[in-house]
């Protein structure tokens, strides 16, 4: 049952360049392991030890997985998986107070 999995612009390398491919699992687990065959590098980045890392998003549909089931949300023929990388960022106190002015 191939799922879409669309990859981030830093984990193409990994994937010939391409910013979707087809995996196979019945969990976002068992599709990150099966997506490691494929592309190797690619697991790792994302999981670790059975579990997705801190700094990675991953969505089921745009329903995000850490308020379904995490890794053990089940997936299905036809499901769109996304990973994302987390982005951190904010304003710093100075351009806020620059602002303010």
């Not at 697991?43 to 089931?69: A, W």
């Not at 997936?75 to 002015?101: H, M, N, Q, W, Y």
């Amino acid at each position: 049952m191939p799922v879409k999995v669309r990859i981030p612009v830093p984990l193409q390398r990994l994937t010939q360049g391409k910013e979707e491919v087809e995996g196979d699992g019945k969990t976002i687990i068992e599709l990150i392991n099966n997506l490691e065959t494929k592309f190797p590098g690619i697991g790792e980045r994302i999981s670790e030890s059975g579990k997705i890392r801190r700094f990675v998003n991953v969505y089921v549909n745009e329903e995000d997985i850490r308020f379904l089931k995490a890794e053990e949300t089940q997936v299905k023929d036809g499901d769109e998986i996304s990973i994302v990388p987390a982005i951190a960022g904010g304003l710093r106190k100075a351009f806020i107070a620059s602002i303010a002015l």
